[in-house]
């Protein structure tokens, strides 16, 4: 069982907006950035968000994350087939001295 | 392009070691932390390890701390994962990342252990 919860799924019809939720301590995502990655079927993940709200270039504007608290979130607006993944949070945490991966969650489109 | 590849993956028996290598293109890789991340079969990412620009900084999760070390050789521009004492739990997709979280995140394809007798 992950320090991070995230859901382990989550599904909405195509052009609406899901969230996905991050729940952490004060050691870790009430403290330092967070990262969401997206995976892909068969692929290696894909950094969409970093210092909590903060987008690479190329990744689309529908992707945005906040943070509120203890926990982090990711949104994703006008949802696409092709959104249809495996979402990860990440962070560092000080009290063990180490990353931690949320334990992932699967965004379906129906 | 950027590319990062790993490589040394395979099957071993518990007990034994294996030594991946983590090679780059279109980026130098002495300029960046990276990291070591695995996904055993079917299951979530796990955090394995670091290793800061110059080397003096490396860092391990608890499953892994005093049987793996990273290292790197910046002129082959190549981050290792040397992993003894490998046991049946070690069986994941060992992915390598380049600037993990940063700008220039670079993840490789993987390459897969297999701990079994």
């Known amino acids: 069982q992950s320090i991070l919860t995230q859901p382990p799924s989550a599904s909405e019809t195509p052009g609406q907006r899901v969230t996905i939720s991050c729940s952490g301590s004060?050691?870790?995502?009430?403290?330092?950035?967070v990262y969401w990655y997206q995976q892909l079927p068969g692929t290696a993940p894909k950094l969409l968000i970093y210092?909590?709200?903060q987008r690479p270039s190329g990744v689309p504007d529908r992707f945005s994350g906040s943070k509120s608290g203890t926990s982090a979130f990711l949104d994703i607006s006008g949802l696409q087939s092709e959104d249809e993944a495996d979402y990860y949070c990440?962070?560092?945490?000080?009290?063990?001295?180490?990353?931690?991966f949320g334990g992932g969650t699967k965004v379906t489109v129906l | 392009e950027v590319q990062v590849v790993e490589s040394g993956g395979g099957l071993v028996q518990p007990g034994g070691s294996l030594r991946l290598s983590c090679a780059a293109s279109?980026?130098?890789?002495?300029?960046?932390?990276v990291h070591w991340v695995r996904q055993p079969p079917g299951k979530g990412l796990v955090w394995v390890s670091r290793?800061?620009?110059?080397?003096?900084?490396?860092t391990y999760a608890d499953s892994v701390r005093g049987r793996f070390t990273i290292f790197r050789d910046n002129v082959k521009n190549t981050v290792y994962l040397q992993m003894n004492s490998l046991t049946v739990d070690d069986t994941a997709v060992y992915f390598c990342?380049?600037?993990?979280?940063?700008?220039?995140?670079?993840w490789g394809q993987g390459t897969l252990v297999t701990v079994s007798a």
């Open positions: 004060t050691s870790n995502v009430g403290r330092d950035n």
């Open positions: 990342a380049a600037d993990f979280g940063g700008r220039r995140d670079c």
């Open positions: 210092n909590d709200y």
């Open positions: 290793i800061n620009p110059n080397a003096r900084t490396t």
């Open positions: 990440a962070v560092w945490d000080d009290s063990l001295g180490s990353y931690l």
């Open positions: 279109g980026i130098t890789l002495s300029g960046y932390w």
